[in-house]
């Protein structure tokens, strides 16, 4: 495995602006606003209590457990056991590790997205995991090949990575989708893990993979079959609080806290009681301001980049990012990318670190503040896009 691309290409950008450049960054998924001032004044609360500093239970507090079983009753009506359904964890990313080591042996199969979260293929690889891709490409619409993926002899896989609403295309998650996925699991007897940060950004109609199926009535298939890691990174304001949950039935809860307490011992208790109240305390008023009204002026600004980019997009995505197919003028991304970053001082992500179905795409993160977007806008249009490598633009 590689170094983490960001990781690699922001020395690349810290250097830049050291000397001056000061690069726009609409890379990175990093959401600039603040928590609730309810949360915050929770975690300084306790952070004052002498009493609040020991080590905390890896199973998380009753109160945080308490108030994710509650947040995934009130956000997609799914009825969850707070005692034994519903684990806290220090950032969704850290859960692929807890799930991958309690469910994968070395040489193992894993079923990973591409494109997809590049942390699926390399925790897997750092593990010891064989990983074998299964497409998303934009003539279905980003999603899942069901007649391809039933076709195909899956009984060697243990695990099937998802991700609904999906990063980086902003794909919503259906009904439908979830269902067949499900099917997909039973059928081959693996377990899926639908990764959910991104659904209430953007999206009047957030959705769990438990939606299929009805895990509320307690026959649900998926139930059996599913996992889901869901943060509050995105949804609340807090990627570097890193607070997120695990939601699977109690004996797959019980596996991954097997791994779990062996490697951590549990979030600081401000954290846990401040998590708790940005889960129960945030009003549908800050919800919309922060998810939908602020995201979607930036979405409109994003959507003048890639025109000004001559790329094409989808008009359906939700989420936090904008996915747009380059021009067939250019050989490859990083002709379009490299040019404005090094010209127009903007970094956007190039869709290949994605996977190889990415390799004509750009991502643009809509965590950056209007003015700094409406910057970027006219920086890039000010700087004529590159000519392909041997030749006029047709």
Request: net charge negative; hydrophobic share 35%; charged share 25%.
């Amino acid at each position: 495995m590689s170094e983490y691309y960001f990781s690699r290409k922001l020395k690349e950008v810290a250097q830049m602006n050291a000397e001056g450049k000061d690069v726009i960054s609409l890379a990175i998924g990093s959401p600039d606003m603040p928590p609730s001032e309810r949360t915050v004044e929770r975690l300084c609360e306790v952070a004052r209590d002498p009493s609040a500093h020991g080590y905390q239970p890896t199973m998380g507090t009753t109160e945080l457990r308490q108030a994710m079983a509650a947040y995934y009753e009130k956000t997609y009506g799914v009825a969850v056991d707070a005692a034994t359904e519903v684990l806290p964890l220090i950032g969704s990313k850290e859960g692929i590790l807890h799930v991958t080591l309690a469910f994968v042996n070395p040489g193992d199969t894993v079923l990973v997205p591409n494109p997809g979260y590049p942390t699926y293929t390399s925790l897997s690889k750092l593990l010891g995991a064989r990983v074998e891709y299964y497409d998303l490409k934009e003539e279905n619409g980003w999603m899942s090949d069901f007649d391809d993926l039933f076709k195909r002899d899956l009984s060697h896989v243990k695990l099937m990575w998802t991700n609904y609403t999906h990063m980086p295309t902003g794909t919503p998650a259906s009904q439908g989708l979830y269902d067949r996925l499900v099917e997909l699991a039973q059928r081959n007897h693996f377990v899926i893990i639908n990764d959910n940060p991104y659904s209430r950004i953007l999206n009047d109609h957030p959705l769990s993979i438990f939606n299929a199926w009805q895990w509320s009535d307690r026959k649900g298939v998926a139930r059996d079959y599913c996992i889901e890691l869901n943060s509050l990174s995105k949804s609340h304001n807090m990627p570097g609080w890193r607070v997120g949950m695990c939601v699977a039935k109690p004996q797959f809860i019980q596996w991954i806290l097997k791994v779990q307490s062996n490697i951590e011992s549990g979030m600081f208790r401000g954290l846990q009681l401040a998590a708790a109240e940005a889960l129960e305390g945030n009003s549908d008023e800050w919800h919309r301001e922060y998810n939908v009204n602020v995201y979607r002026r930036r979405r409109h600004l994003a959507e003048q980049i890639m025109q000004a980019l001559d790329c094409t997009y989808s008009e359906n995505q939700v989420g936090m990012f904008l996915w747009g197919r380059i021009p067939e003028r250019y050989n490859h991304v990083e002709e379009l990318t490299e040019h404005v970053l090094h010209e127009a001082r903007v970094f956007i992500t190039p869709g290949f670190i994605f996977g190889s179905n990415g390799e004509r795409y750009i991502r643009i993160s809509l965590c950056a503040k209007e003015e700094k977007m409406q910057e970027a806008l006219q920086r890039i249009m000010a700087h004529p896009l590159p000519l392909p490598k041997g030749g006029e633009p047709e």
